[in-house]
């Protein structure tokens, strides 16, 4: 009997037998050893077998991916959940490099030469999350090198799609980072962005803003309506600080915070003057307008502080101190800063005077019939006048119209356009800003106001195409009161052509970058042509803005257009010197045209 023995147990006995005495001889017993050695090591080879096929079904149909690589990345085998991700046939897959699925290590380097030095540094584990660029999703990735005899490896290679979880962690962050009534950040979202680009920035402002007037906006309105005011003034705050759009926060209930890069903003000069536009902002719920105040405290990076915790407990010290000088105050924490803030009369300090001491004049520019170049009409041209300095419009009309001051300049707008309607015996044409046409306030002190001067608006083709109902309305009303309509800088961008039909203008002015084109360009001549056509056919005049040279009014005459207007024929003048050079404006017989 001859035990057999399996993983050093008995499993079985071999059972021999022999008719004669004495026939297992050394010898035989010899043979006997051997075999017994045979069928043991057959025994384990089975189960060995037994064991891998098993073991590669379960690697087969892991829901893990499973690659195993040679040195060179080329695949050796794969299993069904690497098959069925690509799409592909086992034939196709097995055979060709790990490179050919493009992927992409957690920070962004190509997969493959990292791997290819894993293998030539003989290290014993390597892992990462990889982004897998044909299929889009992440995989978190081990790889483990094993020894197969002769000096030979080969590398394991398992991955688990982690795209869901990424996704799920983005979202919750969100959640967790952003106020959930406004959509900006909160506290610690900002914190978070602001840390993590404070590494970046060389300079900046961390600027907290805490509205002044919030509690009475929610006793004299509501709680909903003061909900939409917030989300307003967020909305507001990204339009003037738009550098900073994803760095703009909700810290309290009445409070945001905001992070501005000095680089987006110049100097510090550039950055009073944005702050000016916080100080008092505009909102309209439901067609009403709610006026905002505020109070701004600003923390200088990295002077005041090195960290948001830091410049954020700055810039609150500093905002009390600009609560303690009243609504519409701002304070920087570092008193060079405010020194300097002080010393800089900014925009908003100029408008402020301007309006305060009468600083504002209109410049007239005539506009001439173009068969015979008489005077046809005037232009008025904002311009602010100190000290014998003078300030073209391109230099404060945008803060301008943004600002608190647009009421109180449109005001004054329409005094002085009501004196001089009633003297001048000729039309006079107001330019008026998209914001104020939109407000539904400015439109009625107009109509009010004026009702048979012969009166012109001028507004930019943007102002209606933005909401078309409301200023086919409202031109409707206005032409009703016999003040005339004109479309300016028509062609710059929008080309509203197709709106020309639906509203009943008076006049297009034609841009002066057009009419710069119409001498050399010939497809500018040809468009304009179009236009001045087109707009004839619907009954409405046109007028060649900036004409600068003879050649140009040569051509827009042809053209056909009804006025021309340009430094050619006449700049914009002061009062006194218009109407020293054209008398008929204050003749009484002078015709009207
Ligand atoms: P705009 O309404 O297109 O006014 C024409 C501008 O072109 C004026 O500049 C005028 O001086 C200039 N100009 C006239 N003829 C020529 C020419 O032949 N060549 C060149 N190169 N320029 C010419 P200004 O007075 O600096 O006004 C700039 C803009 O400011 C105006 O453009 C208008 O959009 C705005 N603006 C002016 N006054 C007011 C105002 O009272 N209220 C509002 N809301 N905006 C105003
Ligand atoms: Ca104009
Ligand atoms: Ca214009």
Redesign the pocket.
Known sequence: GIPIYKDGNPYCVLGLYAKEPNFFTDETLGLLEELKGDIEFALKRIEEIRNNVIISQALLKSPAAVFILDEEGKIVFCNETVLRGCGRSFNEIVGQSIEMFGFKLSDGSDFYPVFLKFVSQEGDKFEDVLFCSIKKIYMEMKIYPIEIGGGVRRFIFLGRDVSKERELIAKLEKVMLEDPLIGLLNVEGFERRVNKLLGEVVEGFLVVIDISNFTYINRTYSFEVGNRVLKEIGKVLQGIFPGSKDLIARLGADEFGCFLRKEDYGDVRGLIDRLGLVKEIRVEVDGQEIVVATNVGIGYYPGDGKSVRELLEKASLALSEAKRGGAGEFRFFASHMELKAQEIISLDQLLEKALENRWFV??Y?PYFRAEDLRLAGL????RIKVDGKIY???EF?DYL?RSRFLPKFEEW?FEEIEEKARRFRVPIS????GR?FSRRGFVERFLNKFSGEDLSL?ITERVFIEDVGYASDVIKRLRGRGIRVFI??FGTGYCALSYLRELAVDVIKVD?SFIQGVVEKKRDRDLVEVIVLLARRLGIESLA????TEEQLDIVKKLGFNYV????LE??LPEEELLSKYPEILSKDSQKT
């Open positions: 209109f410049f520019q232009e008025a041209l904002v073209n419009p391109s009309i119209e707008m107001v330019n008026v800003s104020s001028e300016d800088d002066r803005e900036g004409v600068e207007q340009g430094f050619l700049k914009p």
